[in-house]
């Protein structure tokens, strides 16, 4: 399939783990032959979810794609803390809390602290792009900046 410079529109990806954002753009800019292909917004590369590919003159739209909540489901190990803050990184700390939970009351208790509006610092290891770095590359490297909170 070929598709001519005057395609523009919006295709919504399920990004599977394992890829990067960036990944995807070029799959699609290659499998395509589209000329322009964006994203709006990044996934780190360990995260599954949508991803909305811009293509075209849509590419230039990114402001009105980019700026809407966001729902997060995960699976959690409570009571573990890595040096990544994720499932790859370098187990911390176990503080074994696991065991303490025998119904799911116990944590229906404490969801009320999780919902609704929250500032999160960004960790280093995330694709957050500070002065065109991603976190996670500085991070790697063993450099590590002071980040602000986002809601």
């Given at each position: 399939m070929r598709c001519d410079n005057s395609t523009d529109g919006i295709i919504l990806i399920d990004k599977p783990e394992g890829m990067t954002s960036h990944d995807v753009v070029e799959f699609i800019r290659k499998r395509f032959r589209f000329h322009k292909v964006g994203h709006a917004g990044t996934l780190d590369p360990m995260a599954t979810g949508l991803l909305i590919i811009l293509?075209?003159?849509?590419?230039?739209?990114?402001?009105?794609?980019?700026?809407?909540?966001?729902?997060?489901?995960?699976?959690?190990?409570?009571?573990?803390s890595t040096d990544t803050g994720d499932k790859e990184g370098n187990v911390l700390e176990d503080r074994g809390i696991a065991q303490y939970i025998k119904e799911a009351e116990d944590i229906e208790r404490v969801l009320p602290y999780f919902r609704?509006?929250?500032?999160?610092?960004?960790?280093?290891?995330?694709?957050?792009?500070?002065?065109?770095?991603?976190?996670?590359?500085?991070?790697?490297?063993?450099?590590?900046?002071?980040?602000?909170?986002?809601?």
């Open positions: 293509v075209g003159k849509f590419t230039k739209k990114f402001a009105l794609f980019s700026g809407y909540d966001k729902e997060y489901n995960a699976v959690m190990r409570l009571g573990v609704g509006e929250i500032k999160q610092l960004p960790p280093m290891y995330s694709a957050k792009k500070v002065n065109g770095r991603k976190l996670y590359e500085l991070a790697r490297k063993g450099l590590f900046l002071a980040r602000e909170p986002n809601t």
